[in-house]
């Protein structure tokens, strides 16, 4: 069974830095994408950053320059380390894996390339 657990969420002032992690079990990353993505209150669900195993990276413009996604592979753990945090950062965090072909014309940072997803982890930036 996947699992995906994410961690290393919590409070943080703005201007401040967080690193999260995501640990996936029941299967090996394949060559498909990870991302992170992020839901606010009253919001939409929205993709932060992507990486394929290929190495291939994508972000949403309002976190380019801020977070870089990051992957082991020999661990089987996704990273994202966020630097510089704003108020507006403050969501819900979840990883999701792809482990199936979806259709190539889906982008990396689009909730339907994904098929499995971790319970959250809470990112508060207080101004």
């Known amino acids: 069974q996947v699992q995906l657990v994410e961690s290393g969420g919590g409070s943080v002032q703005s201007g401040g830095s967080l690193r999260l992690s995501c640990a996936a079990s029941g299967y090996t990353y394949s060559n498909h994408w990870k991302g992170w993505f992020r839901q606010a209150p009253g919001k939409e669900r929205e993709g932060v950053a992507a990486i394929h195993n290929n190495g291939t990276t994508a972000y949403a413009d309002s976190v380019k320059g801020r977070f870089t996604i990051s992957q082991d592979n020999a661990k089987n753990t996704l990273y994202l380390q966020m630097n510089n945090l704003e108020p507006e950062d403050t969501a819900m965090y979840y990883c999701?894996?792809?482990?199936?072909?979806?259709?190539?014309?889906?982008?990396?940072?689009?909730?339907?390339?994904?098929?499995?997803w971790g319970q959250g982890t809470q990112v508060t930036v207080s101004s």
């Open positions: 999701a894996a792809q482990t199936m072909n979806t259709n190539p014309a889906i982008r990396a940072l689009s909730n339907m390339r994904y098929n499995y």
